[in-house]
């Protein structure tokens, strides 16, 4: 015996005859947004170090600063230290507390 989807006298036909045959959508996530940013985050990336590489990395021609008009002065001489061995430093004052002041 073979099934017949069309036989209204088959006993296992649901009895509602308003069915909805349709398929019912998959709900959607909501963090779709995520995949979007990260991907345009990726492209600006890509974009930005494309855009760096591309470019030459020095100019081989002489600017202003790098060329020399005038020679530069002889380094200064380290001046050398006073002696202070002729005035010694005055001795640092004793730590003793002050005196208490007078009972009357």
Do not use: C, H
Request: negative net charge; without cysteine; glycine residues 0%.
């Amino acid at each position: 015996m073979t099934y017949d989807p069309n036989n209204a006298n088959d006993p296992n036909r649901p009895l509602n005859p308003n069915l909805d045959l349709r398929t019912t959508p998959s709900a959607r996530s909501n963090n779709t947004w995520v995949v979007w940013v990260a991907a345009l985050a990726v492209i600006a990336v890509a974009a930005f170090a494309y855009s760096q590489w591309s470019t030459p990395g020095t100019s081989p021609d002489t600017t202003a600063s790098t060329t020399q008009s005038e020679p530069a002065p002889a380094p200064v001489k380290p001046i050398a230290p006073t002696d202070n061995s002729a005035t010694p430093a005055p001795a640092p004052a004793p730590a003793t507390p002050p005196a208490a002041p007078a009972q009357q």
